[in-house]
């Protein structure tokens, strides 16, 4: 079965997040495990406050996700959206200040 989440960009980070409503309240995470789907709240609850995130200048660009639920946690249907939630698909180099960090710290 598919399901829907919102995400969006937070404004000030730039990072990218999602909606979840804990108690009544909704909050934009970036830990996409945490985000409400339409399985939990109704569609239009979930845009509401998308949109009232939006008009708070919380986020930026809310839209929908389709996701679907593999063994009990929340998996998104296209690659972008797998990237986006999970991070880069390759490792980034490390430079040199970063480097020099990692050896001092050994």
Not at 42 to 50: D, G, I
């Amino acid at each position: 079965m598919t399901y829907k989440i919102y995400t969006a960009s937070l404004l000030k980070e730039g990072l990218v997040a999602y909606l979840s409503l804990r108690d009544g309240e909704a909050v934009w995470t970036t830990d996409f495990t945490n985000a409400t789907s339409t399985e939990q709240v109704a569609e239009e609850t979930l845009k509401l406050e998308a949109d009232r995130g939006e008009q708070n200048n919380i986020i930026v660009g809310p839209y929908t996700v389709d996701v679907t639920s593999e063994d009990g946690r929340l998996v998104p249907l296209e690659n972008r959206e797998r990237i986006r939630a999970g991070g880069p698909t390759i490792k980034l180099p490390i430079s040199g200040k970063t480097k020099q960090h990692t050896q001092a710290a050994a």
